[in-house]
């Protein structure tokens, strides 16, 4: 939990980005960004960070076995690999991703 003044305009941003700090440092020293809880909306970027991109890709396989049509929760739980390149922990050689048969959002 990291308090802040919503009242001080940038403040939630700068409360937003220290909490992904926090979270990157976790994944640094062996831990993990959550535990018994789910990623949600505030976790997802740095799921990026913990996970490489072939676990990514049988995350989003086991999602579409369950959910071939996306609609369960869509853009939580698991980060689109669209995501990932945007928070820049995944490579984008020349526009181009890998397996470009993977769903993007």
Known sequence: LILYDANKPGELDRTEAFGGK??????????TI??????????IGQMCVQFQSTEL???HAV???????????????VPTLH???EFGAMHV??????HP???RF
């Open 83 to 85: 995501r990932c390149a």
């Open 22 to 31: 926090i979270l990157e440092l976790c994944v640094e020293v062996g831990g």
């Open 34 to 43: 959550t535990g018994e809880h789910g990623v949600g909306m505030e976790k």
């Open 93 to 98: 050689h020349r526009g181009q991703l890998k």
């Open 101 to 103: 048969e993977l769903e």
């Open 57 to 59: 890709q049988q995350f």
């Open 63 to 77: 999602k579409a076995a369950f959910d071939p049509e996306g609609l369960l929760n869509p853009g939580k739980a």
